[in-house]
């Protein structure tokens, strides 16, 4: 189904017309459903019961994301590509319901509970996942989040976001296929530095490479100097893991290869998309690894044709999921539990950010290898269409 599904996107044309400003403005409620209608309906009440009617021919689905505050933006960016799955697939069995986590994750989660939705999409932020799965949990109901912190992922909550240790690992051993040894990493300091630390370390000891040095820095110019001085009197490398974003990379790869040659830079996910990674100089031949863009870039087109602005690149996650839950439901009763045994398939389900399966609740992704060459990125190793094992 997801290949006939992707094809027909690829194959025809989507509807190109503005949604109306209407429609536009019953995006921003705090709870809506699915075909987007005008008006939004009152603050759930302090003990939510449902007001959605009866409905036993369709799958009831909660989308629990930021539609205000901060991450507003992004919240409705995704809100706006799980519409768009359900419209370019004609999903007549699904109704999904929209809850605005920023005006209180938990009164979402309870209301969207009331309503009788037997599956939740969402919540976008790791904090927020345990609380959401606490109100669900009672109710048998499951929780797909869009966080890619691991540690929140348990008993029926499953994480769909990019793992940034698996980007990390897909790297790693593309550079120990083309003869790296010896490897090296700057390490940025907090959560995200410990996360991707360890997963450094494990990818270079499972793939039979030696880790030499690493070295940790706060995000300030003179910190990430002082730290690469100390890496390269402990080299030589073979390749250094800048374990972080572009602008970054920009400042440190000089200062790793500062004659122009040096070790082979190694980059995160995080990379991905941003520009001036493809136009610095001393980038040229780094590796990193992303979800393929190739359905992306059509995704995109269609969606700004939608709703006139580019979506934000994780909207993915909102039509990925609303893909996966068309897939489960071939077997999934509407008003029924969910047969969770469904996600755990390991054969996988392709989206448009590429194949993708759950491994013990977290996302396991197939990831592509680019190089930075020529003032632009090139594909060295494309991600694997499906899984083997």
């Known amino acids: 189904m997801f290949d006939r599904v992707l094809g027909k996107i690829s194959a025809a044309r989507l509807d190109r017309r503005k949604i109306l400003a209407a429609a536009a403005l019953a995006f921003l409620a705090a709870c809506k459903t699915v075909p987007i209608g005008p008006g939004a309906p009152p603050p759930p009440p302090e003990h939510p019961t449902s007001a959605l009617p009866t409905d036993t021919e369709r799958h009831r689905v909660a989308l629990i994301v930021p539609l205000s505050g901060p991450n507003g933006a992004i919240g409705q960016s995704i809100a706006n590509a799980a519409t768009m799955a359900v419209l370019d697939t004609?999903?007549?069995?699904?109704?999904?319901?929209?809850?605005?986590?920023?005006?209180?994750?938990?009164?979402?989660?309870?209301?969207?509970?009331?309503?009788?939705?037997?599956?939740?999409?969402?919540?976008?932020?790791?904090?927020?996942?345990?609380?959401?799965?606490?109100?669900?949990?009672?109710?048998?109901?499951?929780?797909?989040?869009?966080?890619?912190?691991?540690?929140?992922?348990?008993?029926?909550?499953?994480?769909?976001?990019?793992?940034?240790?698996?980007?990390?690992?897909?790297?790693?051993?593309?550079?120990?296929?083309?003869?790296?040894?010896?490897?090296?990493?700057?390490?940025?300091?907090?959560?995200?530095?410990?996360?991707?630390?360890?997963?450094?370390?494990?990818?270079?000891?499972?793939?039979?490479?030696?880790?030499?040095?690493?070295?940790?820095?706060?995000?300030?110019?003179?910190?990430?100097?002082?730290?690469?001085?100390?890496?390269?009197?402990?080299?030589?490398?073979?390749?250094?893991?800048?374990?972080?974003?572009?602008?970054?990379?920009?400042?440190?790869?000089?200062?790793?290869?500062?004659?122009?040659?040096?070790?082979?830079?190694?980059?995160?996910?995080?990379?991905?998309?941003?520009?001036?990674?493809?136009?610095?100089?001393?980038?040229?031949?780094?590796?990193?690894?992303?979800?393929?863009?190739?359905?992306?870039?059509?995704?995109?087109?269609?969606?700004?044709?939608?709703?006139?602005?580019?979506?934000?690149?994780?909207?993915?996650?909102?039509?990925?999921?609303v893909l996966l839950t068309l897939r489960i439901a071939r077997d999934w009763k509407p008003g029924t539990v969910l047969p969770t045994a469904k996600l755990n398939d390991r054969g996988g389900f392709l989206g448009l950010d590429g194949a993708f399966r759950f491994d013990r609740g977290v996302i396991e992704r197939a990831f592509e290898v680019r190089e930075v060459r020529g003032g632009g990125v090139t594909v060295v190793s494309p991600a694997p269409s499906k899984f083997q094992d």
């Open 90 to 321: 004609n999903a007549n069995n699904l109704r999904i319901t929209t809850y605005d986590s920023a005006a209180g994750v938990s009164a979402a989660a309870q209301k969207a509970i009331a309503d009788g939705n037997r599956l939740i999409l969402g919540p976008l932020l790791g904090d927020d996942t345990p609380t959401v799965a606490s109100v669900a949990r009672g109710a048998r109901v499951p929780v797909i989040s869009f966080s890619n912190d691991t540690t929140v992922a348990g008993r029926d909550v499953y994480i769909m976001g990019n793992v940034p240790e698996q980007s990390i690992d897909r790297t790693v051993r593309y550079a120990r296929a083309q003869g790296a040894g010896r490897f090296a990493a700057l390490i940025p300091a907090g959560e995200y530095g410990e996360r991707v630390s360890g997963a450094v370390l494990d990818a270079v000891r499972s793939s039979g490479g030696t880790m030499v040095a690493m070295e940790n820095y706060d995000r300030s110019v003179p910190a990430l100097a002082a730290a690469v001085r100390r890496l390269n009197t402990r080299g030589p490398f073979d390749a250094v893991l800048i374990a972080d974003g572009g602008r970054i990379a920009l400042q440190a790869a000089p200062l790793l290869k500062p004659r122009g040659t040096g070790p082979r830079i190694l980059g995160t996910e995080l990379w991905s998309g941003e520009a001036e990674v493809a136009r610095a100089p001393a980038l040229r031949g780094a590796w990193f690894s992303a979800v393929s863009d190739t359905r992306y870039r059509q995704f995109s087109e269609s969606y700004r044709s939608r709703f006139g602005n580019a979506p934000y690149r994780l909207a993915t996650l909102g039509y990925d999921a």
